[in-house]
């Protein structure tokens, strides 16, 4: 079974500072991570992917995840947030073993105060 | 960019009521998705589908069935709504590994 747990429910940053929000998952096979973001009364949008290749995966809007496998994380950061940055974000994945099955986690609430 | 729609975006019914909560895609992507969405918790897939006349049952327990008649629709019914189904529905496609997500209905059950 895979699983995924984000660590942090609720994420304040100040404008203009990094952010980290990260993500842990548990799968005994090869996996493929994803970082979704759903702003407010909207569906989920894929910021990046990781699928093979090069632990570190950038994405839309500055975002990037570095895969860790030592560790099964996939965090993602970005180094300057801006106010549209505040949304909700959810780290997923998915095997071939699955059935190409999603497995989602909880979310991380990234809320930039001014 | 996948285009995938859903309509109503909001609903409140009364309890007892049939629903069917619309998804269509323009991408022609064989699989699609209902997902189930409540807060602080995480998506749970409730139904699932490969392609036209194929329909599994997601990890969730749901008491809603869903039909594929055709690639591009993949409606969702409830017979009897109640309070208990209060909740987001988020409709997905893929063809490939990513996701492409509707905008969801927020539906209420009175």
């Known amino acids: 079974a895979q699983s995924v747990t984000q660590l942090d429910s609720q994420v304040p940053v100040f404008e203009e500072a990094p952010v980290e929000l990260r993500c842990n998952y548990s799968?005994?096979?090869?996996?493929?991570l994803f970082w979704y973001v759903q702003y407010p009364n909207q569906g989920l949008q894929l910021l990046l992917k990781?699928?093979?290749?090069?632990?570190l995966v950038k994405g839309i809007n500055g975002f990037e995840a570095e895969f860790n496998k030592s560790q099964t994380s996939f965090h993602l950061r970005k180094p300057s947030v801006h106010i549209s940055d505040t949304a909700e974000y959810f780290c997923?994945?998915?095997?071939?073993?699955?059935?190409?099955?999603?497995?989602f986690g909880t979310g991380t609430s990234l809320t930039v105060i001014p | 960019e996948a285009d995938i729609y859903q309509t109503p975006r909001y609903l409140v019914i009364g309890t007892g009521k049939k629903i069917t909560l619309e998804c269509s895609q323009t991408?022609?992507?064989?699989?699609m998705y209902w997902y189930q969405q409540d807060p602080g918790m995480e998506l749970h897939l409730i139904h699932y589908?490969?392609?036209?006349?194929?329909?599994e049952k997601g990890d969730l327990s749901s008491e809603s069935t869903v039909s594929r008649i055709r690639t591009e629709h993949f409606p969702l019914t409830l017979e009897s709504a109640r309070p208990s189904h209060t909740s987001q529905y988020l409709c997905?496609?893929?063809?490939?590994?990513?996701?492409?997500f509707g905008n969801g209905t927020r539906l209420t059950v009175t």
């Open positions: 991408m022609g992507h064989d699989k």
């Open positions: 997923a994945v998915t095997s071939a073993g699955t059935g190409n099955q999603f497995y």
């Open positions: 589908s490969y392609g036209v006349n194929s329909t």
């Open positions: 990781y699928l093979s290749g090069s632990t």
């Open positions: 997905a496609s893929s063809r490939g590994l990513a996701l492409h």
């Open positions: 799968s005994s096979v090869s996996v493929y």
